[in-house]
């Protein structure tokens, strides 16, 4: 059976969710297909089951591309104020968590439902359960038909067609790399994928310390590569986690050590002076669990400086105090590696945003086709701005399709 539409999205995720529903707004006949049971996904599961779906202060400086300047467009015209006008129209609760973070009082599954919802009233239809086994460029015809898909449920053909597959992170819930087959078969150029906002990994003695501290937490600053994080990390099993982390994760390099200050909020050697004149017989450990926990201080002064475990702050010398204050604000760790596509909340790299217009989406050596959301060589940092350019590139899509 052949189907004929005006428009066809790949991919049932937010970005093409946003662009089914805008594009029927305009009257357009639409139609999403995804190979997945069912749709948003990663919707479900993303701000830990409440959607962290914007910011406040969404920057183009926010985001990772090898255009810095490509993502610019779509997210001036179409900005965080206009997705949280959308929340409000559906009543959906909302709060700021913080740094300008929105996340669902109760469940991710409400922007899903808005916009499954906001499709239905704009008269998108979606079609899961459907693998596209081909794509081809028709020849001119009457009726301005540019593609025909082959899927497991027949053929389609339509005017336009959207590509907003994501990229290959968290393949347990069916992502792939399908979209960035679909830009190499109309000879687009393609960055190299890597996992980004993930956590890291650690093979050397340092993962013992992480493994003993599993599930501790402590405020850090954490710099890779000329870029630096003031956020929360998290030791686990395998290495280091938490926002900070998972921020630095994708400025990172295989090789590269990551620079940790673990005490950002004030100069440790000054503050050990102070301290040593005003309460020289409290022991080092008790004063450093006064900063971390009772763990983390023990466990990091028989990992770094066994000899001054049972000392009191009165029997450190300066050189000793200067060398308790380097470690700790200069922690150098050289992960083995990242968790990779398992656990990364998103993919770098992708179709080259110089194929692409940055006005329309369309890929400009081919007419009629678009590349929207993560597929594309732009990724934002944690925090709601992946959603943010999703909702963006979305509606430039939806405007021209």
């Known amino acids: 059976m052949l189907q004929k539409y005006e428009v066809v999205i790949i991919g049932a995720g937010a970005a093409g969710l946003m662009c089914a529903a805008e594009a029927g707004k305009r009257g357009r006949n639409v139609l999403v297909l995804d190979h997945a049971n069912k749709a948003g996904k990663k919707i479900l599961m993303s701000g830990g089951g409440r959607c962290n779906f914007t910011n406040y202060y969404v920057e183009p400086d926010r985001y990772l591309s090898h255009n810095p300047h490509f993502c610019k467009s779509a997210l001036s015209r179409y900005t965080q104020w206009d997705f949280i006008a959308l929340v409000d129209k559906h009543g959906i609760p909302y709060h700021e968590k913080k ?43 009457e009726e301005g038909l540019r593609y025909q898909l082959l899927t497991s449920s027949g053929k389609v053909q339509c005017q336009s067609l959207v590509i907003a597959t994501g990229g290959p992170s968290i393949p347990t819930l069916g992502a792939t790399g399908f979209g960035y087959d679909i830009a190499r078969q109309f000879g687009l150029k393609v960055y190299p994928t890597r996992a980004g906002l993930v956590p890291f990994m650690l093979t050397d003695h340092t993962k013992a ?27 686990t099993h395998r290495g280091l986690s938490g926002p900070a982390i998972l921020q630095i994760s994708s400025y990172w390099q295989e090789g590269d050590e990551l620079d940790i200050d673990l005490l950002p909020s004030f100069n440790l050697a000054e503050r050990l002076r102070e301290q ?43 050189d000793d105090m200067d060398a308790i204050a380097n470690r700790i604000h200069q922690w150098r760790v050289k992960p083995s590696g990242t968790e990779g596509y398992r656990t990364a909340e998103v993919a770098l790299g992708g ?15 081919q007419p009629g086709l678009y590349f929207i959301g993560e597929v594309l060589d732009v990724t934002g940092h944690l925090g709601g701005f992946n959603f943010q350019w999703a909702w963006a590139s979305a509606v430039a899509a939806a405007e021209q399709v």
């Not at 004149?277 to 400086?305: C, D, G, I, M, Y």
Request: charged residues 25%; glycine residues 4%.
């Open 351 to 365: 179709v080259d945003t110089d194929e692409v217009s940055s006005k329309t989406l369309e890929v400009k050596s």
């Open 99 to 141: 740094d300008g973070q929105l996340f669902c009082d109760n469940k991710a599954s409400d922007i899903l439902n808005m916009l499954l919802d906001e499709c239905e009233q704009a008269g998108a239809s979606i079609q899961l359960k459907t693998a596209i086994e081909q794509i081809e460029a028709l020849a001119d015809n």
């Open 209 to 235: 310390l992480c493994e003993a501290l599993s599930g501790t937490s402590v405020n850090v600053s954490v710099s890779c590569n000329d870029k630096n994080f003031n956020d929360d990390l998290l030791f």
């Open 276 to 318: 040593q004149h005003q309460r020289p017989k409290v022991s080092l450990k008790n004063w450093l669990a006064e900063h971390f926990t009772q763990k983390f201080a023990e466990l990091w002064l028989e990992q770094h400086h066994p000899q001054w475990l049972g000392y009191s702050l009165a029997q450190l010398s300066g």
